[in-house]
């Protein structure tokens, strides 16, 4: 009996002390795990686009009220900054941009022996941006003012045969917008394609020598593709490495 209460007594105290022991000894924290900061469409960008732009110059004379113009078209390229900020799912932002393009045409008007020549050497506009994401994908609507150099030229004609008016310069404003896809390849760079109409308003032009007024009206379409590249004025932490 004697043996077996010193037996029992020696198994308590034994647990006890086990248990103390343990206590004492150092509890190993697992090491720290870096994540990555989940991909948003907010910040400062910037990027170039190249594309095709196409559209019509209606030309009003006098004698001729509904003459159909020239069918412009040409290479439109430039460069672009904005700002993104997104909330859930909806992106909002601005967006400039400035082109320079081939986009020009001549175009002979028949009832006054008239040859009317329209180009664009430089464009650009200032538009606003919405649109949903689908994580790395944008599908957005974009629309504002559009801004552009347009020259004009007559040549016989209204401008008096063998005369020609000189390059007439106008600096128009209108309107633009169009739609577009966006996708992020990595968190700071991404490529979009879009389209945009553009109608850059009217514009009377006294022709010189006759002194006849010809109004246009000059509108356009483009396809463009583009990349941005977005900065991080916030740049996430540098990787915590665990230490033994």
Same mark, same amino acid.
């Given at each position: 009996?004697?043996?077996?209460?010193?037996?029992?007594?020696?198994?308590?105290?034994?647990?006890?002390?086990?248990?103390?022991?343990?206590?004492?000894?150092?509890?190993?924290?697992?090491?720290?795990?870096?994540?990555?900061?989940?991909?948003?469409?907010?910040?400062?960008?910037?990027?170039?686009?190249?594309?095709?732009?196409?559209?019509?110059?209606?030309?009003?004379?006098?004698?001729?009220?509904?003459?159909?113009?020239?069918?412009?078209?040409?290479?439109?390229?430039?460069?672009?900054?904005?700002?993104?900020?997104?909330?859930?799912?909806?992106?909002?932002?601005?967006?400039?941009?400035?082109?320079?393009?081939?986009?020009?045409?001549?175009?002979?008007?028949?009832?006054?022996?008239?040859?009317?020549?329209?180009?664009?050497?430089?464009?650009?506009?200032?538009?606003?941006?919405?649109?949903?994401?689908?994580?790395?994908?944008?599908?957005? *609507? !974009?629309?504002?003012?559009?801004?552009? /150099?347009?020259? $004009? &030229?007559?040549? %016989?004609? =209204? *401008? !008096?045969?063998?005369?020609?008016?000189? /390059?007439?310069? $106008? &600096?128009?404003? %209108?309107? =633009? *917008?169009?739609?577009?896809?966006?996708?992020?390849?990595?968190? $700071?760079?991404?490529?979009?394609?879009?389209?945009?109409?553009?109608?850059?308003?009217?514009?009377?032009?006294?022709?010189?020598?006759?002194?006849?007024?010809?109004?246009?009206?000059?509108?356009?379409?483009?396809?463009?593709?583009?990349?941005?590249?977005?900065?991080?004025?916030?740049?996430?932490?540098?990787?915590?490495?665990?230490?033994?």
């Amino acid at each position: 009996m004697m043996i077996r209460k010193t037996f029992l007594l020696a198994v308590a105290v034994a647990a006890l002390t086990s248990g103390a022991l343990a206590a004492d000894l150092p509890f190993r924290q697992p090491p720290p795990i870096y994540v990555p900061p989940l991909f948003t469409w907010t910040g400062l960008y910037l990027g170039a686009q190249i594309g095709y732009a196409w559209g019509t110059n209606n030309t009003s004379l006098p004698t001729v009220p509904a003459f159909t113009g020239s069918n412009l078209s040409g290479v439109t390229g430039g460069v672009h900054v904005g700002y993104n900020y997104q909330v859930n799912q909806i992106v909002i932002g601005i967006e400039g941009e400035g082109n320079g393009t081939s986009f020009s045409k001549s175009a002979f008007e028949p009832i006054t022996g008239t040859i009317i020549n329209t180009s664009i050497l430089i464009e650009g506009s200032i538009r606003g941006r919405i649109g949903v994401a689908w994580d790395r994908v944008l599908l957005y *609507a !974009t629309g504002g003012v559009a801004l552009a /150099d347009v020259h $004009n &030229s007559y040549f %016989g004609g =209204i *401008a !008096t045969s063998p005369y020609s008016s000189s /390059d007439i310069v $106008n &600096s128009r404003v %209108g309107w =633009i *917008a169009g739609a577009g896809v966006e996708y992020a390849m990595i968190n $700071n760079l991404s490529v979009r394609t879009e389209y945009r109409y553009a109608d850059l308003g009217h514009q009377t032009n006294s022709v010189m020598l006759t002194g006849i007024p010809a109004t246009n009206h000059l509108t356009e379409n483009a396809v463009r593709v583009g990349v941005s590249y977005k900065v991080d004025l916030n740049p996430p932490p540098a990787p915590v490495v665990a230490k033994y």
